[in-house]
């Protein structure tokens, strides 16, 4: 069983929606990570969380730990938000992260 | 600009051969690390280090070998290519382990 499961894997979204990514874990953690994978391939890190929510730009993470759940929102989604959103959690036996699969978005014009 | 300077962007080596992966920050982190990413997988660590001097292996370090000189520099090696090894390779830094990371742009490399 992955440590961390994201879902939907693939979403494909009409410019303007709101969107949704979900990312479980099963692993005691201090904190939780989003990332953004732009089809070029470069890795960006959107937020680091702990606790509550936090919000920038069209983006808003929350995360329930006692539930071990965390979503990625994004408000009016446009077509240059088309990427791989990546879910990573800090608790590996090694102290690293631990990556969830991703989900990836696909916004039409 | 500060951030993860990696080299090279694509490489392709043949059976056998060994290559360095470089990685240099100028952020003064003092946590680095290497993944590799392969289709339907998470990224996967390969080797990290907390410091200068200070190595240790991740989830799949077997074919690789990693060395910490210095603060910025954290070079990757492949001993002796394998097919297997035919990934996308990705260093990151941040501050501690659980702070913010930074990505270096990647290493396509494929192995013949």
């Known amino acids: 069983k992955n440590e961390v499961e994201q879902s939907p894997q693939n979403l494909t979204a009409q410019e303007g929606e709101f969107i949704t990514i979900n990312c479980s874990y099963s692993v005691g953690i201090s904190a939780l990570h989003w990332l953004q994978q732009h089809p070029g391939g470069g890795i960006v890190s959107l937020f680091m969380l702990s606790s509550g929510k936090k919000k920038h730009g069209r983006l808003i993470a929350t995360i329930n730990i006692q539930e071990k759940h965390s979503s990625l929102h994004i408000t009016a989604s446009h077509p240059r938000d088309s990427a791989v959103y990546i879910c990573?959690?800090?608790?590996?036996?090694?102290?690293?992260?631990?990556f969830g699969k991703g989900t990836k978005l696909s916004v039409k014009p | 600009n500060a951030g993860v300077t990696q080299t090279p962007k694509f490489q392709v080596l043949k059976t056998g051969q060994s290559m360095t992966l470089q990685c240099a920050q100028d952020m003064n982190h003092e946590y680095m690390s290497w993944y590799r990413q392969d289709p339907g997988m998470g990224l996967r660590l390969i080797h990290y280090?907390?410091?200068?001097?200070?190595?240790d292996q991740g989830e799949v370090p077997n074919g690789y070998n990693v060395s910490r000189s210095t603060t910025e520099d954290f070079p990757l090696r492949l001993l002796s290519a394998a097919p297997s090894q035919t990934s996308v390779y990705f260093c990151?830094?941040?501050?501690?382990?659980?702070?913010?990371?930074?990505f270096g742009s990647g290493t396509r490399l494929t192995v013949v």
């Open positions: 280090s907390v410091g200068a001097g200070i190595t």
């Open positions: 990573a959690v800090y608790g590996g036996s090694q102290g690293n992260l631990i």
């Open positions: 990151a830094s941040s501050r501690d382990f659980s702070g913010g990371y930074t």
